[in-house]
């Protein structure tokens, strides 16, 4: 049986022989001091990817090489299979001057070409004529020799280190008392080893060697690695360490639940134990979970704290019931695995009492002011320099709030959300589409809210600002308000407001379930918004400090997922109208930006670029229609007549477009000499009616199906009628005949944009 490849040592290597194998496994590991948790798992993926692109770019690697990324506190590591110990050599193709100016007019070779083939070191018999496409030109082609991997090894440490995303440098002195280097954390030790061979290599003032360290107290000491294939091996048997980042965590995962199945308790929210997991996976080298306990007197808190402060301050994950309520017990993820492992356990426990009793400190202390009472505090709390204090910000979201409380009290939610285009009957004739059945709706109810409810719940939203437990906890705004105004004995409908009103936090997050919420939450999002487009402050690039791109999708999401019958530009306008004249109106700016957002929430829904601009492009500015005429547009786009009205109406546009005349006004039935044009006004009065009474009521599918009748009349008029007529009366009349088809065709979605 042939050998491993991987295995064998390489030429160039210390030890090796001319004879041996050319290609093997390379083992990098650099070790360090403790490295950033939070950036460790991006830091082992960079340092892994980037030693795999230098070496590719050098042709020491294939493109499809595995590469194993390997990550600890205390170093970074990557082994790439089948490294060569020499690239192939290349054929390297050098263009020259053009033959014009390489030759004279006697054919012999000019100074040009003599200094060009110089310094290529090239005879002037091996150059070559050839075309580049547009001239004939002189070509030099060479043989290139492929790099060796010990040359190359070092100029590639320091590139993928270069390369790191390092959110913060750190300088240090070397061993020599004269040099700095300047790295994440101070590097330690460097292990480089193709197969079983040490190659020279050097980097942040370090020499390769094979000789690694574990675990800090539970290793054997140095460490030698024999081979690169046993990296992992020796680290785990000799040194305590998990070198695999995602190793590691699946182990402490699957140690976690099954403590947790033995006490018949969950570990929370998944979001959050995710979270977590990638945190305390950063923060160990050989894992070990334990349970730790507290009084249950503490209980009487509300969970929101003392979670928050297990997993934030202690990184502990806490231990629920089968209804989500929070049990006395909690779970510690430790670096050592001990036989007795109660002193860490209660040493542990002792660390977390102090924090749960500040929490219960804090909440017996808030209780003893009412909300209502703080809000004279907010005076006193910037929210930002140019837009005032958390006061200023309260009247105005109260403002809005009111404004939003009465739009959606007053409104209709006529369509409701509907996430798949309907079935469209096969056996529907052409000339009786009209009378198909329309997209299936639901009678939605306006959105009752008391406006007084309202008002009074963005009152107090802010309140908490000025309580203990938020300023310990920010995290916990709005969770404590609610609490705090339920011990006040305010409305439980204000209350939970107070609560919903940050909600979306995040992707995904589940909206505002009551409707004084709904309020709350839309108008502190849109408040957001106006206030910093109203300064200049809008997301550009990647660049978002405000989060407005979040709050953009958490108003988009609550009016098309909540069926809210509140128009956007009037949302706008209620918002700016807050400010007065303290800002600047970008009305239009925002709307755009809202637009912007909707376009790539509703591509995440899974429909299509061409029915998102059908239906998105013209600004619907009820956003509670745009599932309903998205599910229309799919529908319509399956009928027979729906390539050709499309293909009308982009011809229609164009003609609009170029014409540089106006197009309006109404169509002078006497003007309408041909039979053709005749035939296509007489089919646009009968069925824009039907069109506009359907659309009315919601059946878009149905408005948009009323112009299958249209298409005979629509070829007609392209086959026969010449609209840019030399005659300015007739042209005029025709373009504004062909501005009210267009009207007609598009009340529902730009079916342009279908073809």
């Given at each position: ?73 205390r170093r970074l590591a990557a082994r790439i299979d089948a ?484 128009p956007l530009d009037a949302l706008v306008a209620a918002a ?180």
């Open positions: 049986m042939p050998p491993d490849p991987r295995t064998q040592p390489s030429p160039g290597a210390r030890g090796a022989s001319p004879s041996s194998a050319t290609r093997a496994a390379l083992l990098v590991e650099l070790r360090t001091e403790e490295l950033p948790p939070k950036a460790l798992e991006r830091l082992g993926a960079a340092f892994a990817d980037g030693l795999a692109k230098a070496l590719r770019a050098r042709g020491l690697i294939e493109a499809d090489a595995r590469v194993e990324r390997f990550a600890t506190p490294v060569a110990t020499k690239a192939n050599d290349r054929l390297v193709e050098t263009k020259g001057p053009s033959v014009k100016i390489g030759l004279d007019a006697t054919g012999e070779p000019t100074q040009a070409l003599l200094k060009w083939a110089q310094k290529l070191g090239a005879p002037l018999d091996a150059l070559e004529r050839a075309s580049d496409g547009k001239q004939e030109v002189f070509r030099y082609r060479s043989v290139a020799a492929g790099e060796s991997l010990a040359h190359a090894i070092s100029p590639v440490l320091a590139e993928a280190i270069a390369a790191l995303p390092i959110p913060k440098t750190m300088q240090y002195q070397l061993a020599d008392g004269r040099t700095n280097v300047s790295f994440v954390r101070p590097a330690h030790g460097l292990v480089v080893l193709h197969g079983a061979q040490v190659l020279e290599a050097s980097v942040l003032g370090l020499a390769a060697g094979r000789v690694t360290r574990g675990h800090r107290f539970q290793s054997a000491g140095d460490i030698e690695i024999d081979d690169a294939l046993r990296y992992e091996e020796r680290l785990a048997t000799a040194g305590r360490v998990v070198a695999s980042f995602e190793a590691r965590r699946a182990r402490i995962e699957a140690m976690l639940r099954e403590r947790a199945a033995r006490h018949d308790a969950s570990l929370g929210d998944e979001t959050q134990v995710a979270t977590l997991l990638d945190e305390v996976t950063a923060l160990v080298e050989w894992p070990a979970v334990y349970v730790g306990e507290f009084e249950r007197a503490f209980l009487q808190v509300p969970q929101e704290c003392l979670i928050l402060t297990m997993r934030t301050n202690q990184k502990y994950f806490p231990l629920f019931d089968r209804s989500g309520r929070l049990l006395p017990k909690f779970l510690i993820v430790s670096n050592m695995e001990v036989d007795d492992a109660r002193s860490i356990v209660s040493g542990n426990e002792r660390v977390v009492r102090p924090r749960l009793a500040d929490a219960r400190f804090f909440f017996d202390m808030d209780r003893r002011t009412p909300l209502a009472q703080r809000v004279a505090g907010l005076g006193n709390v910037v929210y930002h320099a140019k837009l005032g204090t958390q006061a200023e910000r309260t009247a105005r979201v109260r403002r809005i709030a009111r404004a939003v409380a009465s739009m959606l009290d007053a409104g209709v939610a006529s369509t409701p959300r509907v996430d798949m285009a309907p079935a469209l009957p096969v056996d529907v004739a052409p000339a009786l589409r009209v009378d198909v059945a329309s997209t299936p709706r639901v009678d939605v109810a306006p959105l009752r809210v008391d406006v007084e409810l309202a008002d009074r719940a963005a009152l107090l939203a802010k309140a908490d600002l000025l309580t203990g437990m938020v300023g310990e906890f920010p995290e916990l705004q709005g969770i404590m308000g609610g609490y705090y105004a339920r011990h006040d004995g305010e409305d439980e409908a204000v209350a939970q407001a107070i609560v919903e009103q940050y909600s979306p936090r995040f992707a995904g997050d589940a909206l505002p379930a009551t409707p004084t919420g709904t309020v709350l939450a839309l108008a502190d999002k849109i408040e957001t918004l106006a206030g910093m487009f109203g300064i200049g402050q809008q997301p550009t690039g990647d660049k978002d400090p405000f989060a407005l791109r979040r709050h953009a999708l958490g108003v988009l999401r609550m009016l098309v997922e909540k069926s809210l019958a509140a700016f109208d807050a400010f007065g004249d303290e800002v600047a109106r970008a009305d239009a700016l925002l709307i755009d930006f809202l637009f912007e957002r909707l376009s790539g929430y509703l591509r995440e829904q899974g429909w299509s670029a061409h029915e998102i601009a059908a239906v998105v492009d013209p600004r619907p500015m009820r956003l509670d229609t745009v599932p309903a005429r998205l599910a229309a547009v799919r529908s319509f786009s399956g009928l027979p007549e729906a390539e050709s009205l499309a293909a009308a109406n982009k011809r229609i546009v164009n003609i609009l477009r170029k014409s540089h005349e106006a197009a309006g006004g109404p169509v002078n039935r006497a003007l309408l000499v041909e039979a053709a044009e005749r035939a296509l006004a007489e089919c646009v009065d009968a069925l824009a009616p039907q069109a506009e009474e359907r659309a009315r009521s919601g059946d878009w599918f149905g408005a948009m199906s009323v112009m299958a009748g249209a298409r005979e009349a629509v070829d007609r008029f392209f086959d026969e009628v010449m609209v840019m007529a030399d005659d300015a009366q007739l042209r005029a009349n025709r373009l504004a005949l062909l501005a009210a088809l267009r009207t007609l065709m598009n009340r529902v979605a730009d079916i342009s944009k279908l073809g």
